[in-house]
């Protein structure tokens, strides 16, 4: 199987200050474990896939990604129920759900 496709609901956090233009936007990736942010290991690069569109402030959105460390033993973290953030350095800027796992086309 190729790089997955994960499709995710997620939200920027106000510490976000601004919208981000997807697909261009290139945050990393976190999981939490038991509620906590998983940041013993390395945050991981994504690309998002579909359409141009916004992410705003505050308001749920939908998204498609594939992680760039694919296929990096790391990457099994990311399964259908993960809860990851969006990291951008070291600032937690947004926070998704995993909802599917699909293959890329």
Same mark, same amino acid.
């Given at each position: 199987m190729g790089n997955p496709l994960l499709t995710a609901e997620a939200?920027?956090? $106000?510490?976000?200050?601004?919208?981000?233009?997807? $697909?261009?936007?290139?945050?990393t990736v976190l999981p939490f474990t038991g509620g906590k942010l998983d940041s013993a290991a390395p945050a991981l690069g994504i690309? %998002?896939? &579909?359409?141009?569109?916004?992410?705003?402030?505050g308001r749920p959105f939908s998204c498609s990604f594939q992680l760039l460390a694919w296929p990096?033993?790391?990457c099994e973290r990311f399964a259908v129920g993960?809860? %990851?953030? %969006?990291?951008e350095?070291?600032?937690?800027?947004?926070? &998704?759900?995993?909802?599917?796992? &699909?293959?890329s086309a």
């Open positions: 939200i920027l956090l $106000p510490v976000s200050q601004s919208r981000r233009l997807l $697909p261009s936007w290139r945050p690309a %998002f896939a &579909g359409d141009a569109g916004e992410a705003e402030v990096d033993p790391l993960t809860e %990851f953030a %969006f990291m350095g070291t600032a937690i800027v947004g926070k &998704g759900k995993v909802m599917a796992v &699909g293959s």
